[in-house]
T-cell receptor
Framework: RKEVEQDPGPFNVPEGATVAFNCTYS??????FFWYRQDCRKEPKLLMS???SGNEDGRFTAQLNRASQYISLLIRDSKLSDSATYLC???????????FGKGTKLSVIP | DAGITQSPRYKITETGRQVTLMCHQT?????MFWYRQDLGHGLRLIYY???????DKGEVPDGYVVSRSKTENFPLTLESATRSQTSVYFC?????????FGPGTRLTVT
């Protein structure tokens, strides 16, 4: 089983749509969780950290289910500028090393 | 963000040559990282450093050497480049619980 698994997509959605990405991780000792966004041929940029209680930042909502080892990202009212690849990232306990999923590609269509 | 610069941004080299990729942070974050990103593999950790003169291997260290004589610099050297090392290389620094990435170096080994 891969350490961090994501649906590669692509997800093609119209502007204004709501889209959800899912991610599963294999290491139950994982401690910290993140979503990064990566535009084509650019560096990954931190979108948001994911907290146990769930967290929201504007149109973006992230949730964590430790029992199921599952992380999600919900994007509401999609914009053209949301088109990118979204990376699910997990950090182990007592470690600074990050494990990246391969990413889910999102295309928002006019 | 951690103010990370990488140079060169693009590099073409021949098999067997030594090449060094530079990474510089404008802050003084302790932890720095080198990743490579390839299609089908996502981001993989090559080496990381906890502080000046402290480095450790990541997931894919073979064929690479790092050093860190100053906190702000973390160069990555390919001692004898191979075609399999054609990739995009990202340097990152840890700020709190989050990692921030440089713009990347696109390396082609012919």
């Amino acid at each position: 089983r891969k350490e961090v698994e994501q649906d590669p997509g692509p997800f093609n959605v119209p502007e204004g749509a709501t889209v959800a990405f899912n991610c599963t991780y294999s290491n139950s000792a994982s401690q910290s969780f993140f979503w990064y966004r990566q535009d084509c041929r650019k560096e990954p940029k931190l979108l948001m950290s994911v907290y146990s209680s769930g967290n929201e930042d504007g149109r973006f909502t992230a949730q964590l289910n430790r029992a199921s080892q599952y992380i999600s990202l919900l994007i509401r009212d999609s914009k053209l500028s949301d088109s990118a690849t979204y990376l699910c990232v997990v950090k182990g306990a007592g470690s600074y090393q990050l494990t990246f999923g391969k990413g889910t590609k999102l295309s928002v269509i006019p | 963000d951690a103010g990370i610069t990488q140079s060169p941004r693009y590099k073409i080299t021949e098999t067997g040559r030594q090449v060094t990729l530079m990474c510089h942070q404008t802050w003084s974050h302790s932890y720095m990282f080198w990743y490579r990103q390839d299609l089908g593999h996502g981001l993989r950790l090559i080496y990381y450093s906890a502080a000046a003169d402290i480095t450790d291997k990541g997931e894919v260290p073979d064929g690479y050497v790092v050093s860190r004589s100053k906190t702000e610099n973390f160069p990555l050297t390919l001692e004898s480049a191979t075609r399999s090392q054609t990739s995009v290389y990202f340097c990152a620094a840890q700020q709190g619980y989050e990692q921030y990435f440089g713009p990347g170096t696109r390396l082609t080994v012919t």
